[in-house]
């Protein structure tokens, strides 16, 4: 199983704990992925996934003045995204520690 595949599982986590740290836009999100060490996210792998949270209203966007260009779609968190991803995290948990374990001896 390649990492993308894996990775697909746990993407929409990923996506929130960072916009949940700071509004972002797509592009900007896609960069901050890649630099704790997720390549394989590019910015068009980020607007479906942005679509998609924003349709289940866990996450919300505004439009905001860029200082080049056209107004960029900025993404921070609701309430209901908080709260989807403490659960997120809490069964990510509850499977990443015992394999972890398991895989470590």
């Not at 996506?15 to 068009?44: C, F, H, N, W």
């Not at 056209?70 to 015992?98: C, D, F, H, M």
């Amino acid at each position: 199983m390649s990492k993308t595949q894996m990775l697909k599982g746990i993407l929409d986590a990923c996506v929130m704990t960072v916009i949940k740290e700071e509004e972002v836009y797509g592009y900007e999100l896609a960069v901050r992925l890649q630099k704790v060490g997720l390549p394989e996210i590019s910015d068009g792998t980020i607007y479906p996934v942005l679509l998609r949270l924003q349709k289940k209203g866990l996450i919300s966007s505004t439009l905001k003045d860029s200082p080049s260009g056209p107004k960029r779609k900025y993404y921070s968190l609701t309430k209901e995204g908080e709260e989807e991803l403490k659960a997120i995290v809490e069964q990510w948990n509850a499977i990443v520690i015992p394999v972890n374990e398991l895989l470590g001896r």
